[in-house]
């Protein structure tokens, strides 16, 4: 009787600790929007593309320090359009545009490690994404439709 105990509380352990694991990289049923793409199926046909063309705006490149102990290791220079619909959208986003670069710098000061393969290639497709979350935390839903990421520069100092 105490060894099956034992055996349920090691699996409510392990099962408790990945969906934390889960809840923290918000993969799973913790992705963001996953229940509103089930919700949209249906809608689809409902929704119409917008009369309005799409705006970009442009912004100052980002730059981060990659450090190594005590010295720079490398540098990564990003440079970044914001597309948005509507003039109220692109006014609202270039009074936030101070606020948007610190997110991103932020952002890719801590998650910078993540969007690098084992090769040390760059994963461009991720950072957009990851972007494009923080873009919409900053100014708010529907505001930022896209993140479009004109170059990547990885400067190693060797």
């Known amino acids: 009787m105490r060894k099956i105990v034992i055996a349920i509380a090691i699996v409510l352990m392990i099962a408790g600790g ?23 199926n249906g809608s689809e046909d409902d929704k119409k593309l917008p009369d309005v063309p799409p705006t970009f705006i442009d912004l ?7 450090f190594a102990g005590d010295r720079v290791a490398a540098t990564l220079q ?42 040390g290639e760059i994963m461009v497709s991720a950072i957009k994404k990851r972007l494009e979350l923080v873009a919409q935390k900053v ?20």
């Open 78 to 119: 990003i440079q970044l359009k914001l597309e948005t619909q509507g003039k109220e959208n692109e006014a609202k986003i270039n009074k936030l545009l101070p606020r948007i670069s610190d997110a991103f710098l932020r952002d890719l000061y801590v998650f910078r490690p993540r969007h690098i393969r084992k090769d």
């Open 18 to 40: 990945g969906v934390s694991v889960m809840k923290a990289l918000e993969m799973g049923p913790f992705a963001p929007n996953s229940g509103d793409e089930m919700a949209d």
């Open 60 to 66: 100052d490149p980002l730059i981060i320090p990659i």
């Open 139 to 158: 100014t708010g839903k529907d505001v930022v439709t896209g993140v479009l990421i004109q170059s990547v520069v990885d400067n190693a100092n060797q």
